[in-house]
């Protein structure tokens, strides 16, 4: 699904117009901005608590570092590291994870989604996430943000069913 029919999806929820999506520099349009964040939240919130994003990816260290910059996607959570066929012991920092010595490992971890860049995006997770359900998450940081937190608790509360009845039908177990 693209970013735009996510938030046409959360506008309708939300009772609002969805004609705005389709004015020119949408994205730079106060509230296509501020839903387009909310969609950002709701995507990473999936990834973090739902439906981990898995990548495998081989990484140099330098200075017995690998910086986060050199990973196709935010990492999130690294859980191996390993080379030459053998795990190795690590530390993950906010900016890098550090390793016993340079040279290139094979680093498995969890991740954060790549951003939508324009509308016709497509939104990123790691499994296919029905609409509705993607649409909600939106649809509780929104209403949250915008200070309606009646309508945010029931929008939250319907989103964490959808996503932790996607994972018990995928068979997604958190490590």
Known sequence: MTLKQLLSAALTYLDLSDAVLDEQDALEVGQVKLLSKCAEFAL???AAEYLPILR???LSASGKKIDNSLFS???????KVGREGKTRKFRQRADCVEVEEDGEYEVEYTALPSRAQTLGS???TALPVPEKSLALGVCAHYAAVTGRYEQSRVFRQMFSEDMRALMRKSGVMWQ
Request: proline share 6%; glycine share 0%; net charge negative.
């Open 44 to 46: 990473d919130e999936t």
């Open 56 to 58: 495998s990816e081989k």
């Open 73 to 79: 996607l935010q990492p999130l959570r690294v859980k």
């Open 122 to 124: 497509e939104v990123m």
